[in-house]
């Protein structure tokens, strides 16, 4: 079945340190994906939606300029945590559509921890 | 009034015992319901999706969407210690295709041999 990879599964890091996160779809090819964040015990928001090609989309409240998403390919969306800080540190995770309409699949998710 | 509630638990339960979870939420918008399962630092995968009111049944799981009340739950049936993770509801007012999703915190649930 399609399978999203995400990397890395877990990453520690300093304050003021920019991280990366990649999102794969293994195989199937996605013009979207979606990045998502869960704080221990709460629910996952959508923080952005990544689109191939074209700039991301942003929920209202998300810094663009914190969190860079790039959709270089139809298989491939990054998430870079730019000058992380401790409030940062959270569970990302990424999600991506089998094909139009179909149905979505989650990555393993990142915990970052921004010491 | 947060747009999904759902009581994060923990819930424990013995082995074989039937599970029921629920969901409320307030947006009389929204028609796709999801049920979501998540083990310890994974990702989520769907358990059970429906549209509207009605049942649903997979196996062991049974979902239920009552739109009148805007309750939602997830029945599990004989319940095993695999069926131990963290799930989630999630809803959407525009179906599956816009993946626009609201979910619920999630309800912790063990299931002891």
């Known amino acids: 079945g399609a399978v999203v990879s995400q990397h890395p599964s877990r990453v520690i890091c300093k304050s003021g340190t920019s991280v990366k996160i990649e999102c794969r779809s293994l195989?199937?090819?996605?013009?979207?994906m979606f990045w998502y964040r869960q704080f221990p015990k709460q629910s996952l928001m959508l923080m952005a939606t990544?689109?191939?090609?074209?700039?991301?989309?942003?929920e209202q409240g998300v810094e663009k300029d914190k969190f860079l998403i790039n959709h270089a390919s139809l298989t491939l969306s990054t998430l870079t945590v730019t000058s992380a800080h401790p409030e940062d540190s959270s569970f990302y995770i990424c999600?991506?559509?089998?094909?139009?309409?179909?149905?979505?699949?989650f990555g393993e998710g990142s915990r970052l921890t921004v010491l | 009034q947060k747009e999904v509630e759902q009581d994060p638990g923990p819930l424990s339960v013995p082995e074989g015992a039937i599970v029921s979870l629920n969901c409320t939420y307030s947006?009389?918008?929204?028609?796709?319901f999801m049920w979501y399962r998540q083990y310890s630092r994974k990702g989520p995968e769907l358990l059970m999706y429906?549209?509207?009111?009605g049942n649903k049944e997979d196996g062991r799981f049974t979902a239920q969407v009552d739109k009148s009340s805007k309750y939602i739950s997830l029945f599990i049936r004989d319940s095993q210690p695999s069926d131990s993770a963290t799930y989630l509801c999630?809803?959407?007012?525009?179906?599956?295709?816009?993946?626009?999703?609201?979910f619920g915190k999630g309800t912790k649930l063990s299931v002891i041999p």
């Open positions: 990544s689109n191939e090609g074209s700039k991301a989309t942003y």
């Open positions: 999630a809803m959407s007012d525009s179906g599956a295709g816009s993946y626009q999703l609201t």
């Open positions: 429906t549209y509207s009111s």
């Open positions: 999600s991506a559509p089998s094909r139009l309409g179909g149905e979505l699949f």
């Open positions: 947006n009389s918008a929204f028609q796709y």
């Open positions: 195989d199937f090819q996605a013009t979207t």
